[in-house]
T-cell receptor
Framework: AQSVTQLDSHVSVSEGTPVLLRCNYS??????LFWYVQHPNKGLQLLLK??????LVKGINGFEAEFKKSETSFHLTKPSAHMSDAAEYFC???????????FGAGTRLAVHP | DTGVSQNPRHKITKRGQNVTFRCDPI?????LYWYRQTLGQGPEFLTY????????KSRLLSDRFSAERPKGSFSTLEIQRTEQGDSAMYLC??????????FGPGTRLTVL
């Protein structure tokens, strides 16, 4: 079975400090992995995706994620948080050969001045 | 803007009524997906089309739900005899083959 676990439902950081959003996945086959962001009243936006190329993936707005097969993790990081980063973040797996996306429960990121 | 569009953005209905939502995908995308997102949860897959063919349906999609994509372009999702448990955000996404899925803004359904 394929699944995604986001280890923190809420993360709070100060502006200018690093962000770490944690994600573990379970997949029987080589998966594609994604991070999507959802701002209030806006659609889901793709931040970055991993599809078996480089294990360190760079995305938009300074975010990046590292695929670690041995740890079955795909954590999202950003060196310096901005107020505009406050949103809901979803870690997503799409197992090889499947067409649907399997979402984690989400992590709400709050950024304080 | 040539992104995925959904109408209506909000729908309030009484229990037992039928509702229909529309999704217009990105024009060159041949795949279209429907997801449902309840409060505090991530989206859950409902069904997907490749062109006009509905190729997969989730067990979440009860027989009160029906989706169509008659000409391989826009899609409709109908819910018959709505229940309060159907209250959710209904999201549509499209992709070119198995590439990245791009999401619309969603239709928020409230069943009273």
């Amino acid at each position: 079975a394929q699944s995604v676990t986001q280890l923190d439902s809420h993360v709070s950081v100060s502006e200018g400090t690093p962000v770490l959003l944690r994600c573990n996945y379970s997949s029987s086959y080589s998966p594609s992995l994604f991070w999507y962001v959802q701002h209030p009243n806006k659609g889901l936006q793709l931040l970055l995706k991993y599809t078996s190329a480089a294990t360190l993936v760079k995305g938009i707005n300074g975010f990046e994620a590292e695929f670690k097969k041995s740890e079955t993790s795909f954590h999202l990081t950003k060196p310096s948080a901005h107020m505009s980063d406050a949103a809901e973040y979803f870690c997503v797996v799409s197992p090889f050969g499947y067409n649907k996306l399997i979402f984690g429960a989400g992590t709400r990121l709050a950024v304080h001045p | 803007d040539t992104g995925v569009s959904q109408n209506p953005r909000h729908k309030i209905t009484k229990r037992g009524q039928n509702v229909t939502f529309r999704c217009d995908p990105i024009s060159e995308h041949n795949r279209l997906y429907w997801y449902r997102q309840t409060l505090g949860q991530g989206p859950e897959f409902l069904t997907y089309f490749q062109n006009e063919a509905q190729l997969e349906k989730s067990r979440l999609l009860s027989d009160r739900f029906s989706a169509e994509r008659p000409k391989g372009s826009f899609s409709t999702l109908e819910i018959q005899r709505t229940e309060q448990g159907d209250s959710a955000m209904y999201l549509c996404a499209s992709s070119l083959a198995a590439d990245t899925q791009y999401f619309g803004p969603g239709t928020r359904l409230t069943v009273l």
